[in-house]
């Protein structure tokens, strides 16, 4: 009898454990999986989350900008010096050692500052019909020589290249790194973003290119519309073109919520979150909580992934460089 009288319009969903809390997520990842992440958490806590989504440098420049007043509890990125860039500013509250423990050393800050919840590997998509693996260049450097001139892609703009070379600057040093890009500015077609680049390489408009491995993967589970035509060269031998790129997540110091944006991070990290991820059609890397990734990815064992020092990579360099090529 009492039941109905208890269901005021509204009110039933605020009953778990997170009430009334809304944290504001800015998230640089990719939408959908963010989304897929964010509904999990809130059926598993009650805490309710709305998305503000931009890219990497976007938001941690906004962010910056806002100091202690920015309404972002948590900040989740696509790539990594974009967090390193907020964590620099002071602006990140350590992440709680439980967290921490779930996900191994190389895939964190080692100041505490952040932690990472997902990876991507580098790899050079190249044309069949016209090269064989065994013809690709074994760096990544390479791809600056005047024999590649006109024949690789890249998508420069985007924060998953600018992740690229903020590796090769980290691995090989600022002048081997400005070289690189002088001779990409000459050899690269510029394309607006790594599917475009996937998807010239397939229409034969170039012979390879630089992005990650889940946009080559996605565009094969459905059917390979854009990639019939393409295979992956997997650099490996700790080359910067084997970069593994991390998704970082961290809690804003300024946060008002920070028990519930702990807990975001928590879960992004956690068995459940993990497998929300594994189990999603965006096919990135697991790094935490010993959860396997899609079995449809080359295992990140096996990449001969460099050894990078994540809170090394800097963004802001990697732009004044990429805008003194002529790049950006
Ligand atoms: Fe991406």
């Not at 503000?52 to 900040?75: T, Y």
């Not at 790594?194 to 889940?214: C, F, P, W």
């Amino acid at each position: 009898m009492a039941v109905t009288a208890c269901s005021a319009p509204g009110a039933s969903s605020d009953a778990g454990a997170g009430g009334d809390t809304t944290l504001v997520l800015y998230n640089a990842q990719h939408e959908d999986l963010a989304q897929a992440e964010v509904d999990a958490f809130t059926a598993q806590t009650g805490v309710k989350v709305e998305l503000r989504n931009g890219d990497d440098s976007e938001l941690g420049n906004q962010i910056v900008a806002e100091g202690d007043a920015s309404p972002a509890d948590v900040f989740v990125t696509e790539n990594s010096p974009a967090m390193t860039l907020v964590a620099s500013r002071g602006l990140l509250a350590p992440v709680e050692a439980a967290t921490r423990d779930q996900v191994p050393a190389q895939y964190q800050a080692n100041d505490g500052s952040w932690v990472g919840w997902a990876a991507r590997a580098t790899v050079l998509p190249y044309d069949t019909r016209v090269l064989t693996a065994a013809a690709m260049p074994a760096s990544i450097l390479d791809l600056a020589d005047p024999a590649w001139a006109g024949k690789v892609g890249i998508a420069p703009g985007g924060a998953d290249f600018q992740a690229i070379v903020s590796a090769v600057l980290s691995l090989r040093g600022e002048q081997a790194t400005a070289d690189w890009l002088t001779g990409l500015k000459s050899n690269a077609r510029i394309y607006q973003s790594n599917s475009a680049v996937m998807k010239a390489v397939d229409a034969g408009e170039v012979e390879t290119g630089i992005i990650y491995h889940y946009y080559w993967l996605k565009d094969q589970a459905e059917g390979a519309p854009n990639s019939a035509n393409v295979a992956l060269k997997y650099l490996g031998n700790q080359d910067p073109g084997a970069f593994v790129s991390v998704s970082g997540a961290g809690v804003l110091k300024s946060s008002r919520h920070p028990e519930q944006a702990q807990q975001l991070v928590a879960f992004l990290t956690s068995q459940r979150g993990q497998e929300v991820s594994a189990q999603s059609t965006n096919l990135e890397y697991t790094v935490a909580s010993g959860v396997a990734s899609n079995p449809a990815l080359r295992p990140l064992a096996e990449l001969g992934a460099p050894a990078v020092d994540l809170t090394a990579l800097n963004g802001p360099q990697v732009v004044t460089m990429m805008q003194n090529a002529g790049l950006i």
